[in-house]
């Protein structure tokens, strides 16, 4: 008997022992797969100017914070008299499950932060002068901003990098953590490549994509600071003629002209792709040109120039079609937000959709939408759009119009717009809306030119404003600040 006790005592012990085993494999399982470690690469990146404004860390690890410049020469404010609030910081890891964010700083007060955008997944926010915690509950992106547009934090929570590169494939581009000088000032890629940027990769290059089935991803970084404007500056990412792209995850800095154009080119995905920039006036963010099927989802952009802008740079029977933005946070510090015509050689523009869209600062019109040279405007729809408003003069135009970017010297047509669960909240300003019809008088390269009965004929059609709140006040045909041309027709109030 003694000995069959001592038997089970001995098989708890190792049943005992083997649960316990069992319960820390688990929890390791349960753990981040790929858990934030810059310690790793942060030697390989030591020439990489971090940021004297915040020290971060997450999870107890603490983080590299990289810098966005804003307003390089000759753009800078004391030539400019516009001041974007100087130079800003970014962070940017992977998470799986809730994790703890601490900040501090010398530089900066946290007590009145704000958080943008509203509403997001934050909880357990903590305030004192000299440090902000909280936990963040999901992936997400915010802009953390002590005093404004001054010098914010922006912190990019992403969802675990799942892509296993593998380094013997000839079809793929690899760039490990490190900053890369390429050759050339521009990568090219092609057909059925992938190209990859591993964290704590800074790749200073442009890349240009022209092929099919190609994938730019990673979580490294594509950088344009060494590239001066007017003098051969590259886009960061240029897609040419290419059909099913993938461009992930990535982080776009510092370009000094378009950031992102896509010509000419079809089935194109940029999904999670964080743009800083603001340091050149022809930074638009991305520019779908003459391309159709273009899905712009989850992105961060913030630009000195417009954020999204819609061209129709060639007249070769491509259109400007199926377009949808969502699930976008914008920010653009001088120029629009949604930018859509001026450059209108395709002979439509239409079925666009913006969608769930956070705008947390802009300066000009947020909605422009100009069509000229007799391009057809049509069918765009704007959805679900949350403004914060800072007192701006504007805040819709719709307008045929007649510019210099224009080869012909005609205005286009608008007709098919909706306007839909659009929320503007903020301080008091004009925030004018206006529907006009094309003016008769205009003036291009010091000439003036009359255009007899263009203001009938170029107009705006057929336009839907449904559940519109500015300042908490329902828009109607009353508002104070709506302007509509003589010839404007078919407009409705919901």
Known sequence: MKNLLKKLSIQSVYFIVYSMCLVFLVGISGCSTKPYNPGKYEHLIKDEPCSTDYEVWVNGTKAIVYVARVQDPPWE????HLDFGGHYSFISFDMDKPV??????????????????????VSNVKKSASELSFTVDKPTKISIEPDGKNGPLLLFANTIDDFKP?????????????????????????ANQTMYLAEGAIVRAGIRVRGNNVKICGRGIICGNEFVWGKGAHNLIVVTESNNVLIKDIILRGSATWTLPIRNS????????KIVAGRAQNDDGINP???QNVWIKNCFIRTDDDCIALKGLTS???NVEKITVENCILWCDRARVVLMGHESRADYMRNILFKNIEILHFSMTAFLLEPGEKMKMENVVFENIRINGEGQKELIRLKPVVNQYMRTLLPGYISGITFKNITLTGKEGPYKIQLLEASEEYTIRDVKTVLRGANKEYTVKNVTFDNISILGQRLTKDYNNLEMGNYVSDITFK
């Open 166 to 190: 593998d380094l013997k494939d000839p079809n793929l581009i690899y760039f490990g953590p490190g900053i890369h000088h390429p050759d050339s000032a521009i990568v090219n890629v092609g």
């Open 77 to 80: 404010k004391e030539r400019t």
């Open 289 to 291: 040109c003459n391309s």
């Open 266 to 273: 079809q089935n194109v995905t940029v999904d999670n792709v």
């Open 316 to 318: 070769n029977n491509e």
């Open 100 to 121: 703890e964010v601490k900040i501090k700083s010398t530089t900066k007060k946290f007590e009145n932060t704000i958080l943008r955008p509203e509403g997001v997944s």
